[in-house]
C-alpha cells in the first residue's frame, strides 16, 4: 500500500547530539517536503526536493540539512540539537508539477533537553 | 505573494450541529487550486477537499463542502452533522503559479473542538 513513512516518531534527545529524521515513501511521488510545526501552530515549510540530488530551501530557516540520494527517502539532519529546535517535523510528498496535492507522513515529535 | 488567512484561531460547535470554517486569500492569478487539510490531534494530516478555480460549481465531500466565491477571494469549509471525529486543525492551503515554486501555501489554521 503506498504510504509515507517517517521514524522515530518521538525523540527525546540531549542538546548537541546529532540526529536524523527519516522519511520514506512508497507513493512514487518526485517531490518531497519538509515541514517544521510546534504544537497547535502553523506549518513551515523548511526543505523540499524536486526529485534525485535535488534540495532547496523552504520559506523559513532552518538549522538543519537534508539530502535526496534515492527517490524514496528524504532524511533531514540537525548536526547539533539544541532547545530551539524542539517541535514536530512533518514529512510530506506530492506529484511532480505544481501545485498539486500534498499527502503528510505521521509526523517525528522532537524535544531537545 | 500569495497570502492564505484563517482568521478564526479556534472554533467550537455542537455535536450534529453545522459549523463554517472561513479562508481568504490573496493573488493575482485566474487559475490556481484550494484544499482544505485536516490534522486531527496526534494523527496525521489529510485532504478533506480540493477546489479548482476554473470550476464554478463547489466542491462535496460527503458532509463537507465549500463556499468558493472566486471575486472576493474566498473559500470556506462547511461542516454538516458534525461528529466528534471531526475535532482536529483545519488548514486552509492555495497552489497558484506565482512566486511559490509550486508549492503549496497554508494559512495558520483552525482548531476546531466538536462537543458531544
Known amino acids: 500500500e503506498a504510504d509515507i513513512y517517517q521514524t522515530p516518531r518521538y525523540l527525546v534527545i540531549g542538546t548537541g547530539k546529532k540526529i536524523t529524521l527519516e522519511c520514506s515513501q512508497t507513493m512514487g511521488h518526485d517531490k518531497m517536503y519538509w515541514y517544521q510545526q510546534d504544537p497547535g501552530m502553523e506549518l513551515h515549510l523548511i526543505h523540499y526536493s524536486y526529485g534525485v540530488n535535488s534540495t532547496e530551501k523552504g520559506d523559513l530557516s532552518s538549522e538543519s540539512t537534508v539530502s535526496r540520494i534515492r527517490t524514496e527517502h528524504f532524511p533531514l539532519t540537525l548536526e547539533s540539537a539544541r532547545p530551539s529546535h524542539t517541535s514536530q517535523y512533518l514529512c510530506a510528498t506530492s506529484l511532480a508539477g505544481d501545485y498539486n496535492e500534498q499527502f503528510f507522513g505521521p509526523g517525528t515529535r522532537l524535544t531537545v533537553l | 505573494a500569495q497570502t492564505v488567512t484563517q482568521s478564526q484561531p479556534e472554533m467550537s460547535v455542537q455535536e450534529a450541529e453545522t459549523v463554517t470554517l472561513s479562508c481568504t486569500y490573496d493573488t493575482s492569478e485566474n487559475n490556481y487550486y484550494l484544499f482544505w487539510y485536516k490534522q486531527p490531534p496526534s494523527r496525521q494530516m489529510i485532504l478533506v477537499i480540493r477546489q479548482e478555480a476554473y470550476k464554478q460549481q463547489n466542491a462535496t465531500e460527503n458532509r463537507f463542502s465549500v463556499n468558493f466565491q472566486k471575486a472576493a477571494k474566498s473559500f470556506s469549509l462547511k461542516i454538516s452533522d458534525s461528529q466528534l471525529g471531526d475535532t482536529a486543525m483545519y488548514l486552509c492551503?492555495?497552489?497558484?503559479?506565482?512566486?511559490?515554486?509550486?508549492?503549496?501555501?497554508f494559512g495558520k489554521g483552525t482548531k476546531l473542538s466538536v462537543k458531544p
Open positions: 492551503a492555495f497552489g497558484g503559479y506565482g512566486g511559490s515554486q509550486g508549492n503549496l501555501i
